[in-house]
């Protein structure tokens, strides 16, 4: 495996043999974990339920360190909180005490981004992902997808170098989501950062992701990356009806049905 120094202007993220193991587990839940993402790519990591893809996350957001490997960013080890990366997690925390507008704001005020702009990228925002009408609202009073958008909305206006999704459309009906992806798809194209997320749609792995990152089980490990060689941009209408669509569709669907439990949780 190539040092990290050499390659910082054109790698992301990289995991080297990344096992961890939670004080008190029986066993690791990640364990042996090497893959490197380069930086404008977008991967998605697909896996059955437990088998260490929010975990993974976590690591490349600094939130835990691993207790056998190395995780990198930009070709340095991560040590602390990874200041560069916008982490929208699975539960979507927002700031109870902060209305919608607030909370999509947060991340322009801390960068002193003048009003008149960041209110205008705000209104920006809360269009893209429908919360028109809710601007006012506190995240106790949103249901659970709008709770998401929000989330999405505040991770990504911003511009960060890197987003970390954790199953960012799950509990979205299929219309919101499909605008949100293909939504998600055009910001990220035009923005040129790097995108790693969590999803259990093989759909959605194939539309965003330029590598998708196949997990297994017990404990967790890369059973194997799969390119996606779509080219951009896409639109997710035309890659539905292409022939490779479907053939990249049945090579994931095949990796999964190998695996008794992933067949269960997809
Ligand atoms: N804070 C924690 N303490 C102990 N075990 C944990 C903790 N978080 C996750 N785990 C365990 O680690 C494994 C991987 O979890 P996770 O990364 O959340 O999986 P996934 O996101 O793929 O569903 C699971 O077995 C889970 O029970
Ligand atoms: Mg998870």
């Not at 960013?73 to 539960?91: F, H, L, M, P």
Request: charged share 25%; net charge negative.
């Amino acid at each position: 495996m190539s040092t990290n120094k050499r390659a910082p202007q054109t790698e992301a993220l990289r995991f080297e043999n990344v096992t961890l193991e939670f004080p008190g587990s029986h066993r690791p839940a990640v364990e042996d974990v090497s893959f490197h993402i380069e930086r404008g790519k977008s991967v998605a990591v697909i896996g059955p339920s437990g088998c260490g893809k929010s975990t993974l996350l976590n690591l490349a957001a600094g939130l835990l360190a691993p207790s056998r490997g190395r995780v990198y960013y930009g070709g340095e080890q991560i040590t602390a909180v990874n200041s560069d990366a916008a982490y929208v997690t699975q539960q979507s925390d927002l700031l109870p005490w902060l209305s919608v507008r607030a909370n999509i704001g947060l991340a322009l005020k801390f960068r002193k981004v003048p009003k008149a702009e960041r209110e205008e990228r705000i209104a920006h925002w809360i269009r893209v992902v429908g919360l028109t009408g809710f601007e006012d609202h506190y995240p106790r009073e949103l249901s659970g997808g709008m709770r998401k958008r929000c989330a999405i909305a505040r991770a990504l206006i911003y511009n960060p170098a890197i987003v970390l999704m954790d199953e960012p459309f799950g509990p979205l009906d299929a219309i919101t989501r499909l605008g949100l992806q293909q939504e998600l798809l055009n910001l990220w194209e035009e923005q040129n950062g790097t995108l790693v997320f969590v999803t259990h749609e093989l759909n959605e792995a194939i539309y965003l992701a330029d590598e998708v990152v196949v997990m297994s089980e017990g404990p967790g490990t890369v059973r194997r990356i799969l390119p996606i060689p779509f080219e951009r941009p896409r639109t997710i209408g035309s890659l539905i009806e292409s022939p490779e669509f479907s053939e990249l569709y049945n090579d994931l669907w095949s990796l999964f049905k190998s695996n008794a439990k992933a067949f269960d949780a997809a």
